[in-house]
């Protein structure tokens, strides 16, 4: 009985990575297209962060951001469907192209939008028109190297006390791969900590950071840097 059980469970796994699979490429095809009609339109589309990463890395990405130069009431045209939110930092689009939902940054430059970026790692664009990678902060570079390494932009607000989110960002990435982290990371991180705890201002992790960490091979590597870096063992209260 056991063995039918495992049995199913690989196949069911199997299922599932497959249709990820087949749902990506499909999207990745959808981008392609959209591509094409932005292009023609005299902008640029581009494939952006996590999706690059993980495409370098030889990996399937699970989703895709999206960002273009073109301003957010025209790229919303193109769309079958969707809705534009206003960010403090930047216009998005939330809508389907033929079926697949994409979010995308809209009307900004292409290298400033890197250069402020959280992780060097995850600063990267594709154009997938001409599979160019635009790479203003090496992560190329640190992911050959398997370095983890804030964007010269981060350092600048971590070491200034304000980067409860870069700061979870790199307890993620801890989690997930477990490389080495860069000194002046490592020392703007615990700045950043004892600048906190001197004006008494709380040091948190967002919830989705915290349950994404979770379900990470190196969650207590993780768990271990940020006790080192002396944040409170109660916030990582649904981790540990």
């Given at each position: 009985?056991?063995?039918?059980?495992?049995?199913?469970?690989?196949?069911?796994?199997?299922?599932?990575?497959?249709?990820?699979?087949?749902?990506?490429?499909?999207?990745?095809?959808?981008?392609?297209?959209?591509?094409?009609?932005?292009?023609?339109?005299?902008?640029?589309?581009?494939?952006?962060?996590?999706?690059?990463?993980?495409?370098?890395?030889?990996?399937?990405?699970?989703?895709?951001?999206?960002?273009?130069?073109?301003?957010?009431?025209?790229?919303?045209?193109?769309?079958?469907?969707?809705?534009?939110?206003?960010?403090?930092?930047?216009?998005?689009?939330?809508?389907?192209?033929?079926?697949?939902?994409?979010?995308?940054?809209?009307?900004?430059?292409?290298?400033?939008?890197?250069?402020?970026?959280?992780?060097?790692?995850?600063?990267?664009?594709?154009?997938?028109?001409?599979?160019?990678?635009?790479?203003?902060?090496?992560g190329q570079n640190d992911l050959n190297s398997k370095?983890?390494?804030?964007?010269?932009?981060?350092?600048?607000?971590?070491?200034?006390?304000?980067?409860?989110?870069?700061?979870?960002?790199?307890?993620?990435?801890?989690?997930?791969?477990?490389?080495?982290?860069?000194?002046?990371?490592?020392?703007?991180?615990?700045?950043?900590?004892?600048?906190?705890?001197?004006?008494?201002?709380?040091?948190?992790?967002?919830?989705?950071?915290?349950?994404?960490?979770?379900?990470?091979?190196?969650?207590?590597?993780?768990?271990?840097?940020?006790?080192?870096?002396?944040?409170?063992?109660?916030?990582?209260?649904?981790?540990?």
């Amino acid at each position: 009985m056991r063995f039918l059980v495992n049995n199913f469970k690989k196949y069911y796994e199997q299922q599932l990575i497959e249709a990820k699979m087949l749902n990506s490429n499909n999207a990745y095809k959808c981008i392609i297209e959209l591509s094409k009609i932005v292009q023609d339109a005299g902008f640029n589309l581009y494939i952006i962060g996590g999706a690059v990463r993980d495409e370098l890395l030889g990996l399937t990405p699970q989703d895709y951001d999206l960002t273009t130069d073109m301003p957010a009431n025209d790229f919303l045209k193109l769309l079958d469907n969707g809705k534009i939110v206003e960010r403090k930092d930047k216009t998005l689009v939330i809508g389907t192209f033929k079926g697949e939902e994409f979010e995308t940054s809209c009307g900004l430059d292409i290298i400033q939008q890197l250069l402020q970026g959280d992780l060097t790692i995850n600063s990267m664009a594709k154009n997938v028109l001409t599979n160019e990678i635009i790479d203003p902060t090496n992560g190329q570079n640190d992911l050959n190297s398997k370095i983890l390494r804030y964007t010269d932009y981060s350092l600048k607000e971590v070491n200034s006390g304000i980067g409860n989110l870069k700061m979870g960002r790199l307890l993620r990435f801890i989690a997930q791969y477990h490389w080495n982290i860069d000194r002046a990371t490592i020392d703007a991180f615990k700045t950043c900590v004892k600048l906190k705890q001197k004006a008494h201002k709380p040091i948190w992790i967002l919830k989705k950071v915290k349950e994404k960490i979770k379900q990470l091979p190196y969650k207590d590597a993780a768990v271990n840097f940020g006790l080192n870096s002396d944040i409170p063992k109660d916030v990582f209260r649904g981790i540990l």
